[in-house]
């Protein structure tokens, strides 16, 4: 199957894109598109994430779990939304942690595109979801095709963060070989757990130490 991704992505992970779950991915989606069902993030930007950080680039993995849901909000970057949307709310506690962590400024908007150019891959482990209903998508095949771009990550490059916040991010950890990776676990920036161990975990200082103790350039986290 041809896939629109980037080149080095699609290098990596040819043998998913020909297996059955795959597959049925693509059929589902062509159903809800017959079906009338509104998508997000729309179809060219499913792919978002792994088109503006390109597999030979990726520095640290954000794992989220689903894509927005509201009018305009997806962009298929984890936890961000495009310019001229107001920042929901785990967004708006990620940039308070960023603020005492680093000392950045709260950005007037929420898109974290800067963060994907420099080598963060905001990945969701669903890419699509149907408008005004979360996890929709999550049982479709996408959780088995994203296990894949962690595993790949894992085995394939070195010296890699991996943010996992939230239990259910943090179950991914079994993927990650972490003889040669940093794992930095916290609860889920959300309002209803950001208190329990989010502020305050200063994972942004903790990769950028990571990363320039293994000669890797540290990430930009301003976006101004």
Known sequence: MDVKIEDSWKN??????????FMQITTFLKTEKLSNKTIYPPGGLIFNAFNTTP????KIVLLGQDPYHGP?????????????IPPPPSLINIFKELQKDVGMAIPS????????????????ASLTVRANEPMSHAKIGWAEFTDAVISKVSALKEHTVFLLWGKFAQEKQAL????KHLVLKAAHPSPFSADKGFFGCRHFSKANTWLMSNGI???DWSLQ
């Open 72 to 84: 305009g909000q997806a962009h298929g970057l984890s936890f961000s939304v495009q310019k001229g």
């Open 176 to 179: 990650v070989d972490e003889t």
């Open 109 to 124: 908007h929420g898109n974290l595109t800067h963060w994907a150019e420099q080598g963060v891959l905001l990945l969701n």
């Open 55 to 58: 597999f030979d680039k990726v």
């Open 12 to 21: 990596a992970l040819k043998q998913e894109f020909n297996k059955p779950y």
């Open 217 to 219: 350039d540290p990430v």
